[in-house]
Each structure stands twice: as structure tokens, then as C-alpha cells.
């Protein structure tokens, strides 16, 4: 069905998928053809890397990538890359064995689904036995000692406006 030349690939389509306004117009996409190899602009073909259940960027240093990883920080990247004795170099780079070896020390760390259950599952004790910090989570308010009179609007929510009550001078007249 699709005909193949030498930059472009067409592919006809049929008048009832169209909009009514382009059905007198050519029957056929073009798409570029897919290149031999590589990553990115030729074709539809993309490699990403996944470890620990994410797929980290390719055209980013293994440092930084790391950190798209949800419980891996900035330090906890480089003390990842120190153990293992890797340069910090480009993601795309890195061999089979390389990635082979990284994926086995992420893994020994609690990470994404795991790390966040256990936060969800530590935050429901402090609620169940009603202390402060749990009393404070339940209401949505800063858990930490913040004051809440100016800040604190990412928890608290939008400003609600309150109605001002006449003064008993401005009811006389």
C-alpha cells in the first residue's frame, strides 16, 4: 500500500478520514523515510534508556540523568557513579555493560513506587496516631514549624474572601 522512494514515504489515505475541506486536494501524507541507525531526526525510530522504571534522557551526562529517577538526587547520583567508577559521560554513550552494571546499583536503592509508598504509608501512621505533624498533614497546613499568617498558599489553597460586616455608623443612615 505504502510506496517507498528515495527521501519520502507516501501513504494514501482514504476520503472519509479527511475533513470535507481537503477531500479535492491530494489523497496522500508524506513522511521522511526512516535512516540507517541512529537517534532522532531521520526516522521514528527512538532509543531511550530505562532504569528504574524511567526512561532517562539520552543527550544529558549519566549525573543528571540519574536525577530524573524519583529518590535520586544530585549527591546520591555522583556517590552512584563513584562506586562504580564511571565517567560522567554523555547517557547515549554508555556500552551494554555499563548500563548492565548501573541498572544493578540503582536497584539497591529504595526508588520511585517503593519510596513513595513508604512515604504515604509513614505520613498515614503520624494521621492514625494523631499527633501534631500528622494532625497538620491531615489539615493540609506546613508540617514543619512554618508560619502560616502570609505563606504558605501551596497548601493552605487560594485566598477566600471573607465579606467586611458594616460598622454600626454607615446602618444609622
Request: net charge positive.
Amino acid at each position: 500500500m505504502a510506496t517507498l522512494s528515495n527521501s519520502m514515504v507516501s501513504v494514501p489515505i482514504s476520503p472519509s478520514s479527511l475533513p470535507l475541506s481537503t477531500w479535492g486536494r491530494s489523497s496522500s501524507v508524506s513522511f521522511p523515510a526512516p535512516k540507517k541507525g541512529g537517534i532522532g531526526h531521520g526516522g521514528l525510530r527512538i532509543e531511550c534508556i530505562r532504569i528504574g522504571g524511567v526512561e532517562i534522557p539520552n543527550h544529558k551526562r549519566v549525573e543528571y540523568s540519574l536525577q530524573y529517577i524519583h529518590g535520586i538526587g544530585r549527591s546520591r547520583s555522583r556517590q552512584i557513579l563513584l562506586d562504580l567508577n564511571f565517567d560522567n559521560k554523555i547517557t547515549k554513550d554508555l556500552s551494554e555493560e555499563e548500563v548492565i552494571t548501573l541498572r544493578k546499583e540503582v536497584g539497591k536503592y529504595m526508588i520511585e513506587g517503593d519510596l513513595k509508598r513508604f512515604n504515604r504509608v509513614a505520613i498515614e501512621r503520624l494521621k492514625e496516631i494523631r499527633c501534631y505533624r500528622g494532625i497538620r498533614h491531615k489539615l493540609g497546613l506546613p508540617v514543619r514549624g512554618q508560619r502560616t499568617k502570609n505563606n504558605c498558599r501551596t497548601l493552605k489553597g487560594k485566598r477566600a474572601s471573607v465579606a467586611k460586616k458594616k460598622s454600626p455608623a454607615s446602618q444609622e443612615e
